[in-house]
């Protein structure tokens, strides 16, 4: 894993949980949609301010080509 990959793992999408990309991406490669994610994590429970960018990061996730 790249310094890169690392930085962006442990951004925090929403600061009203401390919910991260690599938590987010995890319950992702789980399985979890974004309602499961939003009760595992309290992410999108709060001001909501985040509530765009985590659902354009779960769709882009589960939308790509399986291989
Ligand atoms: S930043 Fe996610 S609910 Fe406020």
Known sequence: MSASEIDA??????TCSGTTRGQIYDLVMQGKDIDAISRWTGAKTG???CEWDIEVFVRALTELPSS
Not at 9 to 14: F, G, I, K, P, R
């Open 9 to 14: 793992a442990d951004e925090v999408m929403c």
């Open 47 to 49: 001001c909501g301010g």
